[in-house]
C-alpha cells in the first residue's frame, strides 16, 4: 500500500502544471486520417445530393399533388444545404 504522502504528492497538481501538461498534449491528425475523413464527408455530401435529386425527380408528380406546402423548392433547398455542410465539413476537415 504506497504511503499516504506519496498518493499526496502525485494529486497535487498546481493550475500552472496543468496548462503546461495541456499545451504539451495538442493532438494532430496523421496525413491519412485527414483525407480519410475529408473524403468520407465530401463523398456522403456528393452522394446525398446525386440520390436526393434523384429521388425528388422521382417522386415530383406525387409531392405536387400533395396537399403539404413543402413543394419542390423548399425540398430541393434543404438536400443542397445539408449536401452542402457535409461538403464544406470535408473541406474544413482537410486544413484543420
Same mark, same amino acid.
Given at each position: 500500500?504506497?504511503?499516504?504522502?506519496?498518493?499526496?504528492?502525485?494529486?497535487?497538481?498546481?493550475?500552472?502544471?496543468?496548462?503546461?501538461?495541456?499545451?504539451?498534449?495538442?493532438?494532430?491528425?496523421?496525413?491519412?486520417?485527414?483525407?480519410?475523413?475529408?473524403?468520407?464527408?465530401?463523398?456522403?455530401?456528393?452522394?446525398?445530393?446525386?440520390?436526393?435529386?434523384?429521388?425528388?425527380?422521382?417522386?415530383?408528380?406525387?409531392?405536387?399533388? $400533395? #396537399? /403539404?406546402?413543402?413543394? @419542390? +423548392?423548399?425540398? %430541393?433547398?434543404?438536400?443542397?444545404?445539408? $449536401? #452542402? /455542410?457535409?461538403?464544406? @465539413? +470535408?473541406?474544413? %476537415?482537410?486544413?484543420?
Amino acid at each position: 500500500m504506497p504511503s499516504s504522502s506519496n498518493e499526496t504528492e502525485r494529486w497535487d497538481v498546481q493550475p500552472k502544471d496543468a496548462k503546461r501538461m495541456l499545451a504539451e498534449e495538442s493532438y494532430d491528425d496523421c496525413l491519412s486520417c485527414r483525407i480519410t475523413g475529408s473524403a468520407a464527408f465530401i463523398g456522403l455530401g456528393v452522394y446525398s445530393y446525386w440520390t436526393g435529386m434523384s429521388n425528388l425527380r422521382k417522386q415530383e408528380k406525387t409531392i405536387m399533388q $400533395s #396537399a /403539404t406546402k413543402y413543394k @419542390m +423548392g423548399s425540398r %430541393r433547398l434543404g438536400i443542397a444545404t445539408i $449536401s #452542402a /455542410t457535409l461538403v464544406g @465539413m +470535408g473541406i474544413w %476537415r482537410a486544413f484543420n
